[in-house]
């Protein structure tokens, strides 16, 4: 099964990859995890997206899509995987389809999920995420049990660079600008599907499972 998870940052697209991934037993395949992960071992990937990254911009098309081209074609992909955070512009997605028909793939479902601006902006603030493992917890709507440390892995809690209000501010335009206009790209493929972001973890999760089933 291949997926794409689009939504705008906080929308819980992470949080639903990596219960895919569990049930699915395919990757999650984050971009922008891929790439905080290359600044923090100051790999030249990372030295190239750093001010990208930090001033709430996107990494320019080529150095991604260099990037999932290189992923996707990886063994562990190869029963499907789970796209986090990738395609973000139209660019993106119009040479992720042409991967993909090179490939004989194609994509099984884009699901597109709905929360209001000023519930992203509290999810956003509050967000803290496991250093070790990638667990991620909320100060006050999935605390950990001990302040700043995993519960799964007792790694340490940390709260994202860009995840301060005025990176956020500009995230959310960007994703206004470049990656909403995908809606329409997938819908007239006829992938699109949209669903609540909001409530429960296990009951969007719920809806996912029936939505990537159908
Ligand atoms: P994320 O973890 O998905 O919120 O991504 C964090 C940051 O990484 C974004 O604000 C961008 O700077 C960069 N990034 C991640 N994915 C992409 C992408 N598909 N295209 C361009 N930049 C990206």
Not at 201 to 208: K, L, M, P, R, Y
Request: proline share 4%.
């Amino acid at each position: 099964m291949r997926l794409i998870l689009l939504g705008p940052p906080g929308a819980g697209k992470g949080t639903q990859a990596k219960l895919l991934m569990s049930k699915f037993h395919i990757p999650q395949i984050s971009t922008g995890d891929i790439l905080r992960k290359a600044v923090k071992d100051e790999a030249e990937l990372g030295r190239e997206a750093k001010a990208f990254m930090d001033g709430g911009q996107l990494v320019p098309d080529e150095i991604v899509i260099g990037l999932i081209r290189e992923r996707i074609r990886e063994a562990d992909c190869a029963d499907g995987f789970i796209l986090d955070g990738f395609p973000r512009t139209e660019v993106q997605a119009e040479k992720l389809d042409e991967m993909l028909q090179e490939m004989s793939l194609t994509i099984n479902a884009v699901l597109d999920f709905s929360v209001e601006t000023e519930e992203l902006v509290l999810r956003l603030t509050g967000r803290r995420t496991c250093k070790e493992c990638g667990a991620m917890f909320h100060v006050d709507g999935r605390p950990p049990k001990q302040s700043g440390v995993c519960d799964h892995c007792g790694g340490a809690l940390y709260q994202r660079h860009d995840d301060n209000p005025l990176t956020i501010t500009k995230r959310m335009e960007v994703y206004e600008k470049e990656t909403a206009p995908l809606k329409k790209y997938y819908n007239q493929q006829g992938n699109l599907k949209t669903l609540e972001g909001t409530g429960d973890t296990e009951q969007i999760f719920s809806q996912v499972c029936r939505l990537v089933s159908h």
